[in-house]
């Protein structure tokens, strides 16, 4: 006998943050929430003093700031890390800097401790993200 597949038993591939066929616009909008999203609560956790949640958090609210301004230039959003860095890389070295600064501290975040110093640096380079993409956090 051969195996049944249900409905929703086979799993398609999408884009993480942002499925196929969905309108330009839906993509934005959400970039942008969930940019905010971020923010906030890396700004209630540095309050808090947890700052790898803070880094953590920012460093979230920085790339989809990051994707939102690739999207805004091209009309596309990367679907990974790899094609996040490659295309700001090669078309936005600014925003690649900031990425490419900040990368390491997220990584490490995971097993080291990050200090409210190094959480608010992250947040400054949010807010350049904000400027660049004309977002109010």
Known sequence: MGSVLL????????KPEIKEGMKKDQKEVILEKTA???FASAEDELLKGRHNSAVVLFFKSLIALCDLYVFQNTG????SHTGRFSITREKYPDVY?????????Y??????IMSKDLAEAIK???KIMAEK?????
């Open 7 to 14: 409905p929703g038993m086979i799993k398609k591939e999408t």
């Open 36 to 38: 905010k999203e971020y």
């Open 76 to 79: 596309d959003t990367p679907s």
């Open 97 to 105: 800097d900031l990425l490419d600064k900040d990368f390491p501290f």
């Open 107 to 112: 990584q490490n975040s995971y097993v080291q």
């Open 124 to 126: 400054d380079d949010v």
């Open 133 to 137: 993409t004309k977002i109010d956090l």
